[in-house]
């Protein structure tokens, strides 16, 4: 089925029904226009406060705007997120098999750290339909759509809709009806802070950028260069990646003190090689502080003008928009 979805994709490209782009289509910078969509629902017991009110959780405009501005600032002001419609939603949003938490059952999981409901997946299409995301994005009204919701919620930390769409570290929703370009649908926790958003961010550009690039093998595939650690490559580290320092040994190892050769700084240089390579432990990317080195890795991202082997030396532009996305 892989195969026949695959090829039944190209033929709809062929015949324009799925955007095309190529670097030399690449902007100077780009604004998306994003809906923010939050389930923020009433608890009864708790005197008809919100649910974010009730334990404390995050301000999601804070939040926001804080991952509008790091975004901004990694890229050299390449992205730029406009919110252009905020929805509050009194409600609990409903998983793939039906299942909707309530006030009284969500609380009881919360307070004894127990008795999730399985499967915990967000039913997408049902979103997708009471919100009429399809027209909104084919109108061209917004080009993303951000949920924040609480811990269990469903929600993928990222996921792409519309033609032709691919895994963004999650399955891909391959839509053909009622839309013609891909769009992300993020998912984003109000319990944790805009070091996770980055972090849900940089998984998607992981995605973005290993599709980008899988044409190409070997030392001609950079973004396998980039992304490489000491573990794997001794010696030979580049940025790593999300989970991954330089010199981690394990997930999540951003605050390991050992020194390990990096060419870490040759990155800023791109395409612009120049050899460069020293010692560099967690002092470079905020001493093991999640938010400090999800933007330490982005701002080595490259962006720069021109191409390399035909894909634009500005990475952003791929980590941004899918459609992009070769």
């Keep these: 089925m892989g195969f026949v979805d695959d090829l039944q ?10 955007p095309q782009s190529s670097p030399d289509d690449m902007p100077g910078a780009m604004t998306f226009r994003v809906l923010v ?17 009730v334990l404390q959780w995050r301000n999601v405009e804070q939040l926001c705007q804080e991952f509008i501005a790091d975004l901004r600032e990694c890229s050299k002001g390449f992205v730029n997120y406009e ?3 905020r929805i509050e939603a009194d409600a609990w949003p409903v998983k793939a098999d039906g299942f909707c938490y309530d006030a009284t059952s969500y609380l009881q999981c919360w307070r004894s750290g127990a008795g999730w409901h399985k499967p915990d997946a967000l039913d997408y299409q049902a979103l997708i339909a ?52 891909r769009f992300i649908i993020m998912g984003f926790n109000y319990e944790r802070g805009v070091g996770a958003m980055l972090e849900s961010f940089g998984h998607r550009v992981e995605s973005h950028l290993n599709r980008t690039w899988h044409r190409h093998q070997g030392t001609e595939n950079l973004w396998k260069q980039f992304i490489l650690y000491d573990l794997i490559a001794p010696g030979q580290a580049n940025c790593g990646w999300m989970h991954y320092a330089p010199n981690s040994l394990i997930d999540y190892d951003w605050g390991n003190t050992t020194k390990v ?20 432990n967690c002092t470079e990317w905020g001493n093991g502080d999640i938010r400090a080195h999800h933007k330490w890795w982005f701002k080595h991202l490259p ?9 634009a030396n500005n990475w952003w532009w791929y980590g941004l928009d899918p459609n992009a996305v070769p």
């Design 130 to 181: 009471e919100y009429d995301l399809l027209s909104r994005v084919e109108s061209g009204q917004i080009d993303e759509v951000w949920l924040f919701g609480f811990p269990y919620a469903g929600f993928y930390e990222s996921r792409m809709v519309g033609p032709r769409a691919f895994w963004c570290n999650s399955p891909p929703l391959k839509l053909q009806e009622g839309i013609s370009r």
């Design 303 to 311: 962006h720069a003008a021109g191409q390399t082997h035909g894909i």
């Design 261 to 280: 050769p990096s060419n870490c700084d040759d990155w800023l240089n791109f395409p612009n090689f120049q050899g460069l390579r020293r010692e560099v």
């Design 37 to 53: 969509l939050t389930f923020n629902p009433t608890i009864p017991s708790e005197g008809g406060q919100k649910l974010i009110q």
């Design 83 to 85: 919110i252009v419609q």
């Design 9 to 18: 994709d190209w033929l709809r490209s062929l015949l324009g029904t799925a």
